[in-house]
């Protein structure tokens, strides 16, 4: 894997953890408790019907890019993204026009319904141009747009909300506006590209037989994750409900790390399986295990350490106590649900299988939504997060162990050793900080020199190596084995 391909994403992940936070403290404290709530509900639902409608496109817009560069049939792959694109997205806002016309909804539902919707078709048409530029392993333009539209889309919303009051629909009217802007230097080079191809009905059932399923199984989580929120709502209360989404909201710090790190490391995998095999594509599958535990091991465990000192920094004082209890589960349930995610479902998408695993996917959403049911109304929030954290861990398990049928991931079980070793050491040093109730800052910052020091010791991914050989170059007259160098 490239450094400087990973390296070159770096911003974008930084934005992404930044922005994300930021919401959580900023619309936690803008809007009331059951605001949020609402909002939360609303995303939730949002982001089900996007990946139901639209993910499969920007699946097969990364996927058959290669195979279309091969063939020299680039611009026949470009016009069929654009014209499914604007039918998909045309529909969309059609269909949401009407429900508003016709059916009597209240103000601010049908604000946010009409707002959610824009955003979404708009969202749709720059994740066409970013998954293209991932593919074509144009990071910089991947990371700069991406950048551009969240900035833009949290700094709209929190204006919209702090100067006109639009309430719950205000983060998404921001998304809205950064969409468009995006939009607008994004499609002057997807029609260019697509200038000279043309509409392919087979090349369309290509992608919709590949896309479709993989939508479904991502549509499914994000289904139970919205059904979780309502049965949680219907069983708890709006404000249980809000502790939960800012608890999720502060987890997803890890989705952003998993998103970054298999951003740099997916598009080699599947160059790897097409251009030399599956002995080849589990080579650099290997390495993108490792990195991914190395950084979201630690980090999952130090979101759930310091659970307490973060809840209070970020959140509203009404719904702190209750994300802080939850926090922890739901660290949990996004570690394995990024593992599934980013890693085990690889090999069902490599082999092409998508439908089989949105089948397998059923079995988690059962196991996470039986148990919100039994939990949420005697423990709220933390009683959804335990939930969830079953579910993830049911889901890992069964794709890792039904994807070797497929294509056996490796899982480098000495590697795992090393970085859970480092992680303990960390975590150790975190907790007697947490109980001396040391300054937020003060925890995280040596949290991270403890587990950088851990990860020297027991030589995670060679840094001892890298940097006694550091060391060595700075200092050429000591020898590490112990003795002068007297030459």
Not at 167 to 185: D, N, Q, R, S, T
Request: net charge positive.
């Amino acid at each position: 894997m490239s450094t400087a391909r990973f390296l070159s994403l770096a911003p974008l992940q930084i934005a992404q953890a930044l922005i994300g936070f930021g919401a959580i403290a900023a619309f936690t404290r803008l809007m009331s408790a059951e605001e949020f709530g609402r909002y939360a509900l609303a995303l939730s639902i949002s982001m089900a019907a996007h990946t139901l409608l639209f993910t499969w496109t920007e699946a097969a817009a990364f996927r058959f890019f290669a195979a279309a560069r091969a063939e020299k049939r680039l611009a026949d792959h470009f016009a069929t993204l654009l014209i499914m694109a604007l039918a998909l997205g045309g529909a969309v806002l059609v269909v949401t026009a009407g429900l508003l016309t016709f059916v009597d909804l209240r103000d601010d539902i049908a604000a946010i319904s009409l707002f959610a919707a824009t955003a979404a078709v708009l969202r749709f048409l720059t994740r066409l141009g970013r998954e293209s530029d991932r593919a074509a392993l144009a990071f910089g333009r991947y990371a700069v747009l991406e950048t551009l539209y969240l900035v833009i889309g949290f700094a709209a919303g929190v204006a919209l909300l702090v100067l006109f009051d639009f309430g719950a629909a205000a983060p998404f009217a921001g998304l809205a506006a950064a969409g468009a802007l995006v939009a607008l230097i994004d499609l002057p080079n997807l029609v260019r590209r697509a200038r000279g191809g043309a509409l392919s009905i087979a090349r369309s059932a290509a992608y919709s037989g590949y896309g479709a399923p993989l939508a479904l199984a991502l549509a499914v989580d994000l289904g139970v994750q919205a059904i979780a929120r309502m049965v949680l709502a219907t069983e708890a209360g709006p404000a249980p409900l809000g502790a939960y989404a800012a608890a999720f909201g502060l987890a997803r710090a890890l989705d952003v790390v998993f998103m970054g790190v298999s951003a740099a490391f997916a598009p080699l995998v599947f160059a790897a399986y097409e251009d030399h095999g599956r002995d080849a594509a589990r080579d650099a599958a290997r390495s993108g295990f490792v990195l991914l535990a190395a950084v979201t091991i630690p980090a999952s465990i130090g979101l759930a350490v310091v659970a307490h000192p973060l809840a209070t920094f970020m959140v509203g004082e009404a719904l702190r106590a209750e994300t802080a209890a939850a926090l922890p589960w739901l660290a949990l349930a996004t570690l394995f649900s990024g593992f599934t995610l980013y890693y085990w479902s690889e090999a069902f998408q490599l082999t092409r299988r998508t439908g089989q695993r949105a089948l397998l996917m059923l079995i988690p959403g059962a196991v996470q939504l039986s148990l919100t049911a039994w939990l949420s109304r005697d423990h709220g929030a933390v009683g959804a997060a335990i939930a969830a954290a079953a579910g993830g861990v049911v889901g890992a398990a069964l794709l890792a162990l039904a994807g070797r049928r497929l294509l056996a991931l490796p899982v480098p079980l000495g590697a795992l050793a090393r970085i859970c070793a480092a992680s303990a050491l960390m975590a150790a040093v975190v907790l007697g900080l947490a109980q001396l109730q040391a300054g937020l800052i003060v925890i995280v910052s040596t949290g991270v020199l403890a587990y950088s020091a851990g990860v020297i010791a027991f030589n995670v991914l060679g840094a001892r190596g890298f940097v006694l050989s550091a060391l060595s170059r700075r200092s050429p007259a000591i020898s590490f084995s112990g003795a002068a160098n007297v030459d």
